[in-house]
C-alpha cells in the first residue's frame, strides 16, 4: 500500500497521454476495465496472465532479495517449456500420476538449470550475473527455436508450435478452477502461485535460509562475518530464482495449451521485473501487483478494435507510467511527503538529524 | 572453414557494420555508469533514436540531418530519465526498465498518431542511407570519450561522481550536475546507436528493430571493465560473432549443415565463456547504483 499513492499517478499521467490522440481517458479506463473484467473468459485470460506474472515477479524478487538482478526470468520459463514438452514427446508412455509428476520434475529442474549456471559463475568464477542471464535468454530462446523449426514442428498447424502433448502430462482433465471459467486458459497453477507467494513470504519471514539470504543481499560482507557464506547463497538465491521463473512455463505448458508456441510469452520475464520493484520484493505485494499489471496487459489488447488511434501497446506506456510513479513515491516516502489514503491529506514526515526518515 | 574467409575485406566490413550500432551504445552506456546512474535504459534510448533518426530523414530528405536529430532527441529523452534518476532519486533500474517500457509504448503511438501505420515508418531511398563514414564516426566518439575521461578535468568529474561522489562535493562541484551531463550526453550516444541501426543497417524503422542490443552493449560495457577501449573490443568481439553467424548461416561444412539456430547462439555461449574464463571480476565504479 506503500506505493498506492505512486501508482494512482502514474495511472493518471497515462491516461492524460491518450488525450494528445483525442480519445476520452475515461473512455479508455472503461475499455480496459471491461476488456479485463467483461465477461468468464476474459476474467479467466487476466487471471491466467496474473499466474505468470506472479511466477517471474517472484522469480526476480528472490534475486533482488539477495541483491542479484535477475534478467533472465524470460529465458528461464522458456527452456523449462520447451524441456518439458522435449520430455512428453519423448516418453509418450508414461501413464498418469507417474506422468504428471516427472514433467513436473523435469520443469523445475531446468528452471533450476537456468538459474545454476548464472548462479555458479557469479560465486565462483565473478561473471555478472546481469550478462550471464540475459546471455542465456537469447540461448534459450535460440535452443527453443532450434527444437519447434527443425525437430517438433506441429504437422497439422502452420505455426510454429509443438505438437500437443499427451494428456498424461496435463492437468486439464482435473482441473476444478478451469471449470469455473469456461473456454479460458486460467488453471490449476493459479492456485499455485498463490501458494508460491505465501510460500516465499514465509520462506523471508520465518525461516533462517531466508533471513540468511536477505542478510547477504543487504550486506555481504556483515554476512561472512557472521559465517553466512555468500557464495553459497548467490547459487541458492539464482537456483530458486529459476525454479520460480518455471511455474511460468508449466502454466502454460502443463496447465493450459500443452504445447510450445514461439512467443507463447509476452516477454513475462521482463514484467515481472516491473512487478517486483512495484511490490519493493514483498511477496504478497506481487500477487496485488500482478493482478494489476494483467488487468492492464488483457485490458490493453482490446484497445485496436475499440478505438481509432490507440493500440495495444498502450499498456507499455501505462506499465511505464506505473513504474515512474512508483519510483516517485519511493523519493516522496523517503524526503518526507506522504499521502494517507485515510486521512486524504498531504503529511509532513519528522526528519531525524541525517536527513532519513 | 571452406568458403568462409574471416580476413576477407568484406567480412571486416560487415563486422564494422554490425558493431556501430554497439559501439555508440555501450560509449554512452559508459558515460552514464561512470557517473554513477546504472544504466538499463539504452536499449530505450536506442529505440527513440532509430525512430526519430528514420523520422526525421523521411521529413527532411537528408539521413544526415535525421542523424542529428536522433541525438537531439535522445538527449532530449535522457531528461525525463535524468529528472526521476538524479533529481528525484528514483531508482535506476526502476527508471531505466519504465523507460524501456516507456519507449516500445510510446513508438507504435507515434507512428499511427504521424504515418497511420502499425509501427514502421516509410522507408528512406537506398541513395539516401548513410554508408561507412557513421562507422568513422563511432570510432571517434571513442578516442572522444577516451580523451575526455582520462584527460580532462570534466572526465574526472564524471569518475568522481561514481568513485566517490562526497568528494566531488567536497571540492565544491555538483555531483548532481555532473550526472545530469552525463547521463545527456549517454542519451544522445546511445539514440545514434539507434540511428545508424535505421539509416545505415537498414532504411526504415522498423517494431522493435533494435532486437536486444541495447543489452549487449551493457554486456560489452562490463566485459571491457568500464573502460572506453576495452569496451571497443567488446563490442568488436560481438559484432565478428554477428557478422559470422550471419555468414554461417546455410553454409555446409564438410557436409554437414549447422543448424542455423546453432549459429545464432554461437556469440551468447560464447560471451559467458570469455567472460568466465578470461575476464573475472568486474571492476564497476564503487558508486554506482547506490544513493
Known amino acids: ?357 | 572453414m571452406g568458403e568462409i574467409d574471416i580476413f576477407s575485406l568484406s567480412f571486416i566490413l560487415s563486422v564494422l557494420r554490425v558493431s556501430t550500432p554497439l559501439i555508440f551504445a555501450a560509449q554512452a552506456g559508459l558515460l552514464s555508469e561512470k557517473s554513477g546512474v546504472v544504466q538499463i535504459g539504452l536499449e530505450g534510448f536506442m529505440l527513440a533514436g532509430a525512430f526519430s533518426g528514420a523520422v526525421f530523414a523521411h521529413l527532411t530528405h537528408s539521413s544526415y540531418l535525421g542523424f542529428l536529430m536522433a541525438f537531439v532527441c535522445g538527449a532530449c529523452a535522457s531528461f525525463l530519465f535524468s529528472l526521476l534518476v538524479v533529481r528525484l532519486k528514483t531508482d535506476a533500474i526502476v527508471a531505466g526498465t519504465g523507460f524501456n517500457f516507456l519507449m516500445v509504448g510510446l513508438i507504435p503511438f507515434l507512428t499511427k498518431f504521424i504515418f497511420n501505420s502499425t509501427g514502421s515508418t516509410p522507408p528512406i531511398p537506398i541513395e539516401l542511407r548513410l554508408s561507412y563514414e557513421v562507422t568513422v564516426f563511432a570510432f571517434a566518439v571513442v578516442l572522444g570519450i577516451y580523451f575526455l575521461i582520462s584527460k580532462t578535468r570534466w572526465g574526472y568529474w564524471i569518475q568522481f561522481a561514481g568513485e566517490y561522489p562526497d568528494g566531488l562535493t567536497a571540492c565544491g562541484v555538483s555531483v548532481d550536475k555532473v550526472r545530469w551531463v552525463s547521463v545527456f550526453l549517454c542519451g544522445g550516444l546511445a539514440a545514434l546507436g539507434g540511428a545508424s541501426l535505421s539509416l545505415f543497417l537498414s532504411s526504415a524503422y522498423s517494431p522493435l528493430m533494435t532486437g536486444g542490443r541495447g543489452f549487449i552493449a551493457l554486456s560489452a560495457l562490463i566485459l571491457g571493465k568500464w573502460k572506453p577501449l576495452p569496451t571497443l573490443m567488446g563490442c568488436l568481439v560481438f559484432g565478428v560473432f554477428d557478422a559470422l553467424q550471419i555468414r554461417l548461416q546455410g553454409v555446409p561444412i564438410n557436409g554437414f549443415t549447422i543448424p542455423v539456430q546453432w549459429i545464432q547462439i554461437l556469440p551468447y555461449v560464447l560471451t559467458i565463456v570469455l567472460l568466465a574464463g578470461f575476464f573475472g571480476r568486474s571492476q564497476a565504479p564503487a558508486y554506482l547504483g547506490k544513493r
Not at chain 1, 481509432?308 to 512508483?326: C, H, N, P, R, Y
Open chain 1, 1 to 357: 500500500m506503500k506505493s498506492f499513492f505512486g501508482f494512482l499517478f502514474g495511472l493518471f499521467c497515462a491516461l492524460m497521454i491518450v488525450l494528445l490522440a483525442g480519445e476520452s481517458p475515461l473512455y479508455i479506463l472503461e475499455i480496459l476495465v471491461r476488456s479485463s473484467f467483461g465477461s468468464k473468459y476474459d476474467f479467466g485470460l487476466t487471471l491466467f496472465y496474473m499466474t505468470s506474472l506472479i511466477f517471474t515477479g517472484l522469480s526476480v524478487s528472490t534475486a533482488f532479495k539477495s541483491g542479484l538482478f535477475n534478467i533472465g526470468a524470460e529465458g528461464q520459463l522458456n527452456f523449462s517449456a520447451i524441456c518439458m514438452v522435449v520430455f512428453a514427446t519423448s516418453y509418450p508412455g508414461i501413464t498418469f500420476p507417474g506422468s504428471l509428476l516427472m514433467i513436473l520434475l523435469v520443469g523445475i529442474l531446468s528452471g533450476a538449470i537456468w538459474g545454476a549456471i548464472p548462479g555458479l559463475l557469479k560465486a565462483y568464477r565473478g561473471s555478472h550475473e546481469v550478462i550471464v542471464t540475459m546471455m542465456l535468454n537469447f540461448v534459450s530462446a535460440g535452443i527453443s527455436s532450434y527444437f519447434i523449426s527443425q525437430k517438433l514442428q506441429n504437422p497439422d498447424s502452420q505455426n510454429p508450435e509443438s505438437p500437443i502433448i499427451g494428456d498424461a502430462f496435463r492437468t486439464n482433465f482435473f482441473d476444478f478452477l478451469n471449470k469455473l471459467f469456461p473456454e479460458s486458459p486460467v488453471n490449476l497453477f493459479f492456485v499455485v502461485a498463490i501458494l508460491a507467494a505465501v510460500a516465499m513470504y514465509f520462506f523471508f519471514t520465518k525461516t533462517a535460509l531466508g533471513y540468511e539470504m536477505i542478510a547477504v543481499g543487504e550486506n555481504p560482507s556483515a554476512a561472512e562475518r557472521a559465517s553466512i557464506s555468500s557464495k553459497k547463497f548467490v547459487v541458492i538465491s539464482l537456483v530458486l530464482s529459476g525454479v520460480l521463473a518455471s511455474g511460468a512455463g508449466m502454466n502454460e505448458v502443463v496447465g493450459y495449451s500443452g504445447q510450445y508456441k514461439i512467443g507463447f510469452s509476452p516477454e513475462f520475464g521482463f514484467m515481472g521485473i516491473a512487478v517486483a520493484l512495484m511490490s519493493n520484493n514483498h511477496p504478497l505485494g506481487i500477487i496485488a501487483n500482478a493482478f494489476i499489471m494483467s488487468v492492464f496487459h488483457k485490458g490493453a489488447s482490446d484497445l485496436d478494435i475499440e478505438t481509432e488511434t490507440i493500440t495495444k501497446d498502450f499498456s507499455k506506456i501505462i506499465q511505464a507510467m506505473v513504474l515512474f510513479g512508483v519510483g516517485l513515491q519511493y523519493y516522496l516516502n523517503k524526503y518526507g511527503v506522504t499521502f494517507s489514503f485515510f486521512n486524504g491529506f498531504f503529511k509532513k514526515k519528522k526528519l531525524n538529524s541525517s536527513g532519513r526518515v
